[in-house]
């Protein structure tokens, strides 16, 4: 029968258990027994007569005994915690999931960081992350400000008894302000832009971030430190798979306890559900905005549309007046006049003198009616001019159209000429041209572009606007005939735009011209002689055509 047991050294080869590596067991019959005779097969067999060796391996086993209790109970604890972590994690996950309101989900994102049945931080603070800017704002912050508000909110949960749950569902907007306001100070402090290296150490895959020495390479540390006077804090990079968008910062400034590594596993599934509900809500608002700029554009081509048509009216009525002048107006005269003629050479007594006579006075009455009826339409027509400032005339046009660019991605330029002088035009009308101008040179970028504007005066007066675009434009064969009514080489063209933009500038005394290079862009000027007085034409009431 060996006698390992009452023996501090043993040789090699004697104990089967000891594997390589082990040998220091070999040279200590203490830790030997801990670690292997304890639990070897031949232990019953071999438990010597001395009472010495006996007792002393009484003692250990009763020791190890002991030690493994306690190891089960602890292990029994933990596993309680983390039961009751899991529960209330998923309690947490589902209000997380059912929110597309960033304030709640930021709201029971902190509360969760700073409750003791969770994480059990003294105070957190949500920034968002903008990737384009790589600047950090203050989103949310929870907690007290002071040593003495945290006694104070702490006794009032102990004494109220608010639990977890219950405290879950106490998010309102209000609540949620009121929260915010309290932490306006740092949270306005905390706005940092970050360089690079910062962005990479944060999101780059560490982690939740323990951030201990003052001395740290990046500013923004610091910084930290410098608005939450505490000895240390966690950093908590939230991200998703499009990239960082923001992190949760907490502290235990008044309790100054260390953050429990047994945590730190379970704070990252939650920061990662974080995240996720972050992301959801951000991109919620994000398409509710979206969905508000289509409603504007809507409404601002609704309204373009209604002004088209309105214009095409005005030109239709345009033409009428010059038709009925010219082709009825002229004949009636003519008849008119010879009738009178006829009249003249007739004697009294013919029987013909009294057709004659009613024909003179049935083109008479024709005739005025004829007069009448144009200078209503004339009048309904007509250009009413007054002084205009151009400049806020076209700032005015490309805030409107603004949603319109962003959405067509057109950078849109303005320069103007500060020293132009009012012109003398009718507001509604030139809009009309500027509107049908930009719309070309939209419509000639559908896969975005540039459209520089510019406003000059030249040294003969002369007032020369010039919308310059990207686009695509134009050939020869096209640029012949653009002017021309109906024509148009788009799908849904009226082809009136360049109409009638011209016959307006006309109107006023004014012109348009073009220039175009297919493949490069298009320039349009539209340009006001005469300055201040808006042309030679006489000032009042000008009709549209002649
Ligand atoms: P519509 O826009 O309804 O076609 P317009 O009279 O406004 O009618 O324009 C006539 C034509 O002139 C257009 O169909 C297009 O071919 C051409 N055009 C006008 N402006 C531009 C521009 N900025 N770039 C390229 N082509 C243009
Ligand atoms: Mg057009």
Known sequence: MPDCLSREKIGEGECPYILPGEEELRENRELRIRRKCLYCKRLLDLIPEEEDTRGFLLKIALEELREKDRVIRDMKDFLKLQKEQITVLHRVSEVLNLSLDLREIAYVVLLS???GELFGFNRSILLLYDRETRVFTGYFGMGPRTPAEAVKIWEEIERERKSFPVLLESFTVDKFEEEKNKFLDILEALETEIDEGTEAFIFGGKGTLIIREKGLEFPFFRKIFDVLKTPFYVLLPLKTKEGPIGVIIADNFVTGLDIRPERI????????QASLAIHRAALHRYLEDKLRELEELNAALKQYNEKMAKMEKMAAVGEIIHHITHEFKNPLIVIGGLSKELLKETDPSDSRYRYLQAINEEVERLLDILNRTVED????????????DINSLLESRLREYAPLFKAKN???????????????VDPSQIQVCFDNVIFNAIEAMPEGGRLDIRSERNSGGSIRISFKDTGVGMSEDVMKRIFEPYFTTKKRGSGLGLYNTREIMKAHGGDIEVESREGEGTTVYLIFTGGEHGGEREKGEDTLRR
């Open 265 to 272: 596993e379970s704070l990252e599934i939650f920061a990662y």
């Open 113 to 115: 960081i700073t409750a």
């Open 410 to 424: 057109i950078q849109v330029n303005l320069a103007k000429d500060e020293a132009i002088p009012p012109v003398m």
């Open 377 to 388: 339409a004339r009048r309904r027509f007509s250009v009413r001019r007054e002084p205009v």
